[in-house]
């Protein structure tokens, strides 16, 4: 069975109350569940994650390694500037997806940066809740997994 961890970083655990006009009325939960029975329908086990801190989001791409075929990242802020997180995804060698429920390229300049997209297999932004969806879509593309 083809298993897929969704990490979500700082500050997304507030989804729902954070800044709505930007990031939507639903919390992480609801998205999370939500993807997690489209997965499932498609013979696809979905796990995850969330933390607010950088190195506990090292330490689950670090266990990844041997549990999941592939990563779908929000790593919130810290797709920004964090090298950590850079040289986790490059030392587990999977397939990782950033995912971000806003257009970080229409939006403040700071966000325009990503040091974490160079080493992932692509970036989907801007479709809020949808962006996971299509990241999952994007994965088991790129994995060859077959519906089922
Ligand atoms: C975000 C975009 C980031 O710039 C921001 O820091 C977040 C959320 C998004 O999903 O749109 O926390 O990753």
Redesign the pocket.
Known sequence: MTRILVIN????NLLGLREPQ??GHETLADIVNDLRSYAADRGVELSDFQSNSEGELVSAIHASRETVDGIIL???????YSIALRDAISGVALPVVE??????HS?EAF?HETVLAPVCLGVV??FGRH?YFVALEALLRHLGHEAG
């Open positions: 970083g700082p500050n997304l930007v990031y929000n790593a919130g802020a810290y797709t920004h995912t971000h429920l806003s257009n970080v939006r966000r932004a801007g962006s």
